[in-house]
C-alpha cells in the first residue's frame, strides 16, 4: 500500500494533471520507473519530479528523445554541469526555432491582411460600377 512518500497512478495523474494512461506511457518509454506492489504501481517524489519535468519539456516542445537525453545526463552527472550546457544548447536551438516561425507566422498576417484589404477595395469598386 503505498504510504505518504509513494503515491498511486490515479493520484498522480491528478496532481499532475494527466491520465494514468499518460503516465503508463512514459513508462512505457522508459522515462518513469514506477514501483511495484503486487500489480499496483506506486510513484515515489523522484518519479513525480521526473514526471514534472518530461511535461514541462513537451511543453516547450521537445521530443521524448531529447527529453530522455536531459533525463539520462542528469541521472550520470551528479554535478549537473553536462546537463545544464546540454539543456542550454537545446533551449538556444528551440528559441532559434521558435524565433523563426514567429517570423514566418508575422509575415503571413501581414501578407493575408493585405489580401483583405485588397479584396475589399475590389469589393467597393465592383460595387460603384
Do not use: C, W
Not at 25 to 37: A, H, K, M, T, W
Not at 106 to 119: C, D, G, N, S, Y
Amino acid at each position: 500500500m503505498p504510504d505518504s512518500q509513494h503515491k498511486g497512478i490515479q493520484e498522480v495523474a491528478s496532481q499532475l494533471g494527466v491520465t494514468p494512461r499518460t503516465l503508463r506511457f512514459y513508462e512505457d518509454n522508459g522515462l518513469i520507473s514506477p514501483q511495484r506492489v503486487g500489480s499496483t504501481r506506486v510513484y515515489s517524489r523522484r518519479d513525480i519530479g521526473r514526471m514534472q519535468l518530461i511535461l514541462r519539456g513537451k511543453r516547450l516542445g521537445f521530443t521524448i528523445r531529447e527529453i530522455r537525453e536531459f533525463l539520462d545526463l542528469y541521472d550520470a552527472d551528479p554535478s549537473h554541469r553536462e546537463q545544464m550546457e546540454h539543456l542550454i544548447g537545446r533551449v538556444e536551438e528551440r528559441l532559434d526555432s521558435l524565433q523563426a516561425q514567429k517570423t514566418a507566422i508575422e509575415e503571413t498576417i501581414t501578407e493575408l491582411e493585405q489580401i483583405v484589404r485588397e479584396a475589399n477595395e475590389r469589393l467597393v469598386t465592383a460595387t460603384r460600377g
